[in-house]
Nanobody, 126 residues
Framework: QILLVESGGGLVQPGGSLRLSCVVS????????IGWFRQAPGKEREGISC????????NYADSVKGRFTISKDNAKNTAYLQMNSLKPEDTAVYYC???????????????????WGQGTQVTISS
């Protein structure tokens, strides 16, 4: 059974940091690209970052570029999203997703990923 489980969300003050984790099971992460998405209340889901299967390539939405860093540890079957300098507008449910795109193929932020986690809430507020 393929599972993706996000964790690490919570309530943080503006300017703070969080690291989200996405633990996958049922498949080998070394063959899959990962995407992080978020959805705020009343808004459409937004792709914010993707990383290729090898971890050698990544991309970011303009809204998070320079503040967020995506990574993956294939040995631990875990992907991460380090979020720094958080803003109230970063408040959303964050989801990780996986897709077997091919060796070192970096999916765009609009890619239709096959497998999804259940999400973790991130709230930025003072």
């Amino acid at each position: 059974q393929i599972l993706l489980v996000e964790s690490g969300g919570g309530l943080v003050q503006p300017g703070g940091s969080l690291r989200l984790s996405c633990v996958v099971s049922g498949f080998n992460l070394r063959y899959y690209s990962i995407g992080w998405f978020r959805q705020a209340p009343g808004k459409e889901r937004e792709g914010i970052s993707c990383i290729s299967d090898t971890g050698g390539s990544s991309n970011y939405a303009d809204s998070v570029k320079g503040r967020f860093t995506i990574s993956k540890d294939n040995a631990k079957n875990t992907a991460y999203l380090q979020m720094n300098s958080l803003k109230p507008e970063d408040t959303a449910v964050y989801y990780c997703a996986a897709h077997r795109t091919g060796t070192d193929v970096l999916p765009p932020l609009t890619w239709k990923f096959n497998f999804w986690g259940q999400g973790t809430q991130v709230t930025i507020s003072s």
